[in-house]
């Protein structure tokens, strides 16, 4: 897999239900982050979870990070019909380099 | 809430043209990104600005495209002769330095013909 590659590459779930999308990626990081992005818009972030970190919470987000499985996992609890949207991970270096690399996203469809 | 804007929303221009994108990144921010995203691919780092200069270019980022930040909030990004293949979606961002978040304006799409 490449760098920050999520899956599945799409996700549908009735609305309530639990959201689990998952990043893998290949080489050491110094931060992972979960962007959001809906249909044609600009992207969002929801979460950076640091390298010596392995879980992270944000209201009804919730990240893990396991750096020996290079891979990491979203969970969004209580699914709601906004909450429909491209989710992305993305991975920093570090060593002075914040420039991100992107995965190619987990399509969320959040059913009412 | 602050937030990074861009203009034009949507740009259609010919092949060989040349295309300048701008982005008004959030004002107490020090790093300054651009990305694009052809449709139904993934976010592709383009380069990054800091202290008036590039500090990072990735191997998109060719000799046909440029950056500059003229007046202290405009951040623009120059394509000198477009190609059919620069058809994507750029996203500007920007972040403070304290921390590695990004925040992202809504995107210029460019259409080239």
């Known amino acids: 897999s490449q760098q920050g590659e999520e899956d599945p590459q799409a996700l549908s779930i009735q609305e309530g239900e639990n959201a689990t999308m998952n990043c893998s990626y290949k080489t050491s990081i110094n931060n992972l982050q979960w962007y959001r992005q809906n249909s044609g818009r600009g992207l969002v972030h929801l979460i950076l979870i640091r390298s010596n970190e392995r879980e992270k919470h944000s209201g009804r987000l919730r990240v893990t990070l396991d750096t020996s499985k290079k891979s990491s996992s979203l969970l969004i609890t209580a699914s709601r019909a906004a909450d429909t949207a491209s989710y992305f991970c993305?991975?920093?270096?570090?060593?002075?380099?914040?420039?991100?690399?992107f995965g190619k996203g987990t399509k969320l469809s959040v059913i009412p | 809430e602050p937030e990074v804007t861009q203009t034009p929303s949507h740009q259609v221009t010919q092949m060989g043209q040349e295309v300048i994108l701008r982005c008004v990144p959030i004002s107490n921010h020090l790093y300054f990104y651009w990305y694009r995203q052809i449709l139904g691919q993934k976010v592709e780092f383009l380069v990054s600005f800091y202290n008036n200069e590039i500090s990072e270019k990735s191997e998109i980022f060719d000799d046909q495209f440029s950056v500059e930040r003229p007046d202290g909030s405009n951040f623009t990004l120059k394509i000198r002769s477009t190609k059919l293949e620069d058809s994507a979606m750029y996203f500007c961002a920007s972040r403070t330095g304290y921390t590695g978040e990004l925040f992202f304006g809504e995107g210029s799409r460019l259409t080239v013909l």
């Open positions: 993305a991975t920093d270096s570090g060593a002075g380099s914040y420039q991100l690399t």
